[in-house]
C-alpha cells in the first residue's frame, strides 16, 4: 500500500521552494558552515534562536542561528544528554558519570551540579505544567509565599579571599522565584500563573530521576523493578518485568500525570525470560500524584531549595570567616613560634606566656624578650600583626551580619512555613513533608541563631583582648627602647588586669578557631553552670528539648542543621517514588544483541483530537494532548535490511480497575528498498520527518541523493492495538501487520525535497517553534534549511 496517491496534490502544489538543477524542489538553505569536530547530540531552545551542541572532542557548544558563538565549555566529563529548560534560559547537561549539570544560557556558567545518577546518564526531558491544566473539583489548596513581606532579598555566600563570587540559586530556578523575592528578580513582578516544572532523567541502567526545577529530587524508580501485571489469554494473572533495562528516552505529560520510558532490556513473565534476545519496549507509568499534588510540590520545592540555598551561604560564610582568622591569628602564632625558639637557645624552659606575664607584673625582659621585641618582632611587626587580627574581626562581624544571620533568620522563617503546610497531613503527607522531621530542623535552626549571637560576643571579646595585649606589649617596646613619641601618638592606657587575663585564656586557647573549625567534630565547649542549669530549666517548660545545644560549637550546630535539613528534605522523594507505579508494558521491536547502535527515538506531545483515543476513561476525558512515539524498528546495520518506522499514540496506564482501558492505537510502515532512513525527528502540527538517503544503482552503496521527507501523521494508517498476551514475542510491527499489511512509503508520499549533501548523518534536529532543520554530513558540516517557506508562499498567495 502506498500513500502517494493521497498526498501527490500536496506534492504538485508546493511551489515556495528552491528548485535544484535536476529540477527537484529543496528546501531555502540558510546557513552552511564547516565544523572542527562531528556533532553527537543536538538541541534546538524552545523560546530562544539558540542551538546547543555536543562534539565529538567533548565540547558543548551554544550557538546563535546567525552562527555567532555565544559560548563553549569543555566538561570535565564526556555529556551524554542535553535538554533546555522551557523557558529556554538553562541547559540541563548529562554526563557520563551520572552528574547533571544546570548551565546558564547567556555564558555557559554552570549554576548547580548534581550527582542525580550512578551511571552514564542516557536522556533528559524538561516538562513544564500546562497553563490548561484544571484542577479537581476539590481542590483547596493555595497559598502565597509571605517571605518577602518580612526579609529584605537573601544574602548570597560570600566570596573566598582571592576567588570570584559564588552562584545565586535563583538563577538555577528561574522565573518560579519570582514570588519567592529573590535578590534576582530586577524589579520583576509576580508570576501567579507560572506552574511546576520537572526535569526528567534517565541511565543506562534504567533508572529514572524526577527534579523538581531541576534541583529538587520528587521521584525515582528503577525500571529493573517495575512489576507489570496483567492477564493473560486464559485468565491467568501474570507478571513481567525488564532484565538489564537501559533508558532510551523519558518523557512526561504537561498534566504530569503520565510518563513514557523508552527502554532496551529483556523481558520475563513470572521470573521466566520468553523472548530470544533484547528488544525496545515502551512502559507507561502512572505519574497522577505530580499532577494532583503539583501546586504543593511546586511551593514545597522552592521553600526547600530557598533554605538548601541559604545553607549553602551558612557553609561558605563559614569557611570564609576561618580562612579570614586562620590567616590572621597564623601569622600570630609564627611570630611568637619564633619567641619560643629564643627562649630555648637562651636556656629558658618557661612559656613565651610566662615570660610575658613576667613583663607585666615585674616590668622586667629578660634578654630573650628583649632580643623579640626589639630585633624580631619590632614595632611594624607588632602593628602589621594587631592590624591584622583587627582587620579578620571586623570581616569576620560583616559576613556574620551581612550573611549568615540573615540566611539563618529566613532558614527558621521558612522551616516555620514548612512546618505549617506539614500540619495539613491530608493534602501534605502523601508527598512527605513530616511535622516532625521539619520540628527538629527548626529546633537547631533557631539554636543556631544563638549560636551566631554568642560567636558575635566571643569575636568582639577576642579581639578586644588582643587589641589591649598589642597596645600594652607596643608601650612596653618603646620603654625598652627608651624612646619618645609624639603626644599624637602616645597609647591609651592599659588594664593590665585584663592584659593577664588574655595571656592565661584566649592566647593560647583561641575560642573564636575552636567554633569555627570543622575538624572539632568532637570538641565540646565549657559552659558555666549556672547556664546550663538556665537551659534545663527553659527546655523543661517546652521551649527546645535539646538543652545541651550551647557545648557544641557554630560548625557543629551548622552540621546538625544540615544533617536535619537533608533527613527531613529526602522524605518526598521517598514518599512520591512508591506511587509512581501502575506501569503497562509494551514491545516496540525486538534487536540484535550485539548492536551497538543507539535507535533512534522521538517523543512529543499533540494537541488532542477526538479520533485520537478509540476508547476513554472518564478520567481521561478533557486531556490536552496526546503522545506520539515514533522510533526506527531496526538500524539498517545490513546493507540489506529496509528501513522500518513505527509509531504508537495513546499509550496510558489506566488509573483503577473500575474503569475503562485505554486502548492505544499504532502504525508502521517501510521506506522504499532504495531509501535509508538516518534519522527522525516528529514535528509541529502533527508531521514526522525523515532524513534519507538514496541508494546509488550503479555502486549500490548508500551514496546517492539524500532527502528530507514531511509525512502528515492524520494521513497515516493507524490501527488499534487489541489486549494480547503478556510476554510474547510479538513486536508492534508484527502486531500491526496482522492488521493487514504495512504500508510502503516512497519518495512520491508526502512532502518531500531534495538536500544536495549525499553523506547526511544522524543527528537531526528540527525547531518546531522556528519552523527548521539542522542537518549534519560526515565531512563535518552542517546546513540549515527553512521548513516553511512553503506555507509562508501560500500566506501571501492568501492575501
Known sequence: MSLKDSQEDVVMDDNGDAEDSEGTLSFSLLLDKSLPSLVVIVAWNPGKDLLAMVTTDRQLIVHRLNWQRLWAVTPDFTVTAICWRPDGKALAVGHINGSIAIHDVENGEVLRKTGTHQVAVECLYWAEEGQNVTDHEDEVFFYEDRTSRFFPPPPKPPSMPGTAPSFDMSSVLGSAVDEQGGSSLKGATQDVRHGLDILCSGDKDGVICLSAFGVFPIGRLDTRELVVCDMDGRGKRTSQQLLNASALQVSLSSDLRHMTVVCTGTNTVDGRSRIAGPGNYCISINTSILGDRRKELRQVALQISSIEELIDVLQTSLAVMERHWSEAITAV?????????????????????????????????????????????????????????????????????????????????????????????????????????????????????????????????????????????LKALRQLNRETVPQTEVLPNVDSTAVAKFLQTDFENDPVSLHLSNSSSNVVVDVPKEVQELMEEVAT??????????????????????????????MPLKVVSPQLGSPCLILLCNTVASSTTKVSVSSTYYERKQEDVVVEAPEEQGLPATQYICFQINDCSSQDDPSVVGLLRGFRPHHSGKEKKIVPEAVAFQLDPSLRCNDIALYKQRQLVLLVTEKDRESGKWSGQSWIMLLQLDELPFHTLEA????????????????????????????????????????????????????????????????????????????
Not at 545545644?549 to 527531613?568: D, G, K, P, S, Y
Not at 492488521?739 to 512532502?751: E, T, V
Not at 554530513?777 to 546546513?783: A, G
Open 541 to 570: 517548660m517546652g521551649g527546645f528539648k535539646d538543652s545541651k545545644f550551647l557545648q557544641r560549637t557554630l560548625a557543629q550546630e551548622i552540621e546538625q542543621v544540615t544533617i536535619c535539613c537533608q533527613e527531613a528534605f529526602a
Open 333 to 473: 602564632r609564627k611570630k611568637f613560634t619564633g619567641f619560643t625558639q629564643l627562649l630555648q637557645e637562651h636556656g629558658w624552659t618557661v612559656s613565651p606566656e610566662d615570660e610575658l606575664l613576667g613583663l607585666l607584673t615585674c616590668g622586667h625582659a629578660s634578654p630573650a624578650l628583649h632580643q623579640f621585641l626589639a630585633s624580631t618582632l619590632g614595632e611594624g611587626g607588632l602593628k602589621r600583626l594587631a592590624k591584622g587580627i583587627d582587620t579578620a574581626s571586623k570581616e569576620m562581624c560583616t559576613v556574620l551580619a551581612e550573611h549568615m544571620q540573615p540566611a539563618a533568620e529566613i532558614i527558621v522563617f521558612r522551616l516555620g512555613e514548612l512546618r505549617g503546610l506539614a500540619r495539613w497531613e491530608e493534602r501534605l503527607a502523601c508527598i512527605g513533608l513530616q511535622e516532625e522531621l521539619i520540628d527538629r530542623a527548626l529546633e537547631h535552626a533557631t539554636m543556631l541563631s544563638v549560636q551566631l549571637e554568642r560567636l558575635l560576643r566571643i569575636i568582639a571579646e577576642t579581639t578586644g583582648g588582643f587589641r589591649v595585649f598589642f597596645v600594652w606589649l
Open 724 to 799: 494480547f498476551e503478556p510476554g510474547n514475542d510479538v513486536d508492534l510491527l508484527e502486531l500491526y501487520s496482522m492488521k493487514g499489511s504495512p504500508p510502503g512509503i516512497s519518495l512520491g508520499d508526502g512532502k518531500v525535497r531534495s538536500l544536495p549533501q549525499s553523506d547526511v548523518v544522524r543527528p537531526l534536529a528540527v525547531s518546531a517553534s522556528r519552523g527548521l532543520a539542522c542537518v549534519f554530513t560526515s565531512q563535518r558540516r552542517i546546513f540549515l534549511y527553512d521548513l516553511e517557506e512553503d506555507e509562508e508562499a501560500k500566506d501571501e498567495e492568501m492575501k
